[in-house]
């Protein structure tokens, strides 16, 4: 069994739905909201799945959610709900639906009181893992402790997403995350 993330992408080759996803999104800081947001979304997708599957139905997650959109979701209509419920190209699960739903209001709310999602980010940070967790409980829905760390460490909010002999992990660096600004 693969030790790391990396070690597992490295073995499962060059073809692996994980390539893409390890060597350019995975770690690397993230700072428009939609996009922050989207990476919530498939991290609360993924609970009780496996992260290829999630990988397999990116596109269409994106395309189901008007490209994770925040405006346009914190708007969307029980008969939107219900289209989504019949999506086969997305994740059908109507908790996870609603949860994405209110999570963008929640957003929606944040962006008002500290600008941007990013903002209001950065300021939490930093935080350990625990109030992290409690954090994102008290405003969101559907955010355990596995959801809220590799939200996190696939943002650039906690360190962890490679090992440091990973080629990617310079790469990650200087992109400058916030786990490793000088405190």
Known sequence: ?????????????????????????????????????????????????????VLKKKDNFFNAFDGFNIDKISRYTDKKKNNLLQDA????????????????????????????????????????????????KENFRFTGGEIVNEFLMSTGYLPGAHVVSCPVYKKVVKQKPKWAEKK
């Open 1 to 53: 069994m693969a030790k790391s993330y990396c070690e597992f992408v490295l073995k499962a080759g060059k073809v692996s739905v994980h390539k893409h996803y390890h060597d350019h999104e995975y770690g690397f800081p993230i700072h428009d909201d939609n996009l922050l947001f989207a990476r919530l979304v498939l991290e609360i997708n993924q609970a009780g799945l496996s992260w290829e599957t």
């Open 89 to 136: 190209g997305i994740i059908r699960n109507q908790l996870k639906i609603e949860a994405t739903i209110h999570n963008a209001k929640v957003i929606k709310a944040i962006q008002k009181d500290y600008g941007s999602f990013k903002a209001w980010l950065d300021h939490q940070h930093p935080k350990t893992k625990k109030e992290w967790v409690t954090v994102f």
